[in-house]
């Protein structure tokens, strides 16, 4: 289910990097690694009603929230985008979003396809990722390892996983989290690459020439 949330056009030199997979697909063990490795990466904390894994901190890893206050944050349009997804209620809190593009750092997303669909029409600046399991198989032997979930759980995440595969191709770039580290190189490249476009990068043109001015 599709929830529209007050329309917002932002445009940034900054990436907005928005990583989408099923669960269990690799997002947060890759998403850390990108933060620890480039300090100009902010993580968009999303809010949500499901509860806390035990080793999830409230306000670095999520904001856990009851529904009733869910709800209040969606009447008062307070995110950019808000979308139910296993069940439970997780959203993007805007002004954040504002802020972090604004000052020209980077933001990195952690988000399922529904909000993906959102943040791409409304954020200029963004670049999209889809990681791929290698298979049902490995996808479900990932899933039982992590443990979060009860097998009931982790069953329903499983056959969700089928329909966001699917909606893969709205993606930009697709990447095989198959061994963890080549994956994570090209996550890397991508991003990289991503930086070094021209269009993020006129004040470098400006200056560079304004050295001949001097
Ligand atoms: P998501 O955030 O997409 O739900 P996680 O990052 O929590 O997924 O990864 C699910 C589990 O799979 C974790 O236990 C993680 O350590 C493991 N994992 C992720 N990528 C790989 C990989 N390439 N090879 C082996 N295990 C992996
Ligand atoms: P988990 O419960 O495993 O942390 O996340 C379940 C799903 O919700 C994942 O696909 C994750 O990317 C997605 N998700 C997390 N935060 C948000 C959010 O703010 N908005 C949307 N639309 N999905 C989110």
Known sequence: MLKK????????????????????????????KLIRDFPNFSFSVSYTTR???????????YCFVEPSEFERL???????????????????????????LASGRDMIFDIDVQGAA????????????????????ILEQRLSKRGSEDPQKRKARLQAAYAEIEAAPMFTYWVLNQDLHTAYERLKSI????????K?????????LATWKA
């Open 5 to 32: 949330e007050k329309p917002m056009k932002v445009d940034s030199p900054g990436v907005a990097l928005i990583i989408c997979s099923p669960s269990g697909g690799g997002k947060s063990t890759l998403i850390s």
């Open 51 to 61: 509860h806390a894994r035990p080793e999830e901190q409230h306000g670095r890893d």
């Open 74 to 100: 969606v009447q008062n349009g307070f995110f950019a985008e808000w979308a139910t997804v296993h069940g439970k209620s997780y959203g993007t809190p805007l002004q954040p979003v504002l802020d972090t």
């Open 118 to 137: 959102q943040l791409q029409s409304s954020i200029k600046s963004q670049v999209s990722i889809f990681l791929f399991p290698p298979s049902r198989q």
């Open 191 to 198: 991003y990289l690459a991503e930086k070094c476009r021209s």
């Open 200 to 208: 993020r990068n006129q004040a470098l043109l400006h200056a560079v």
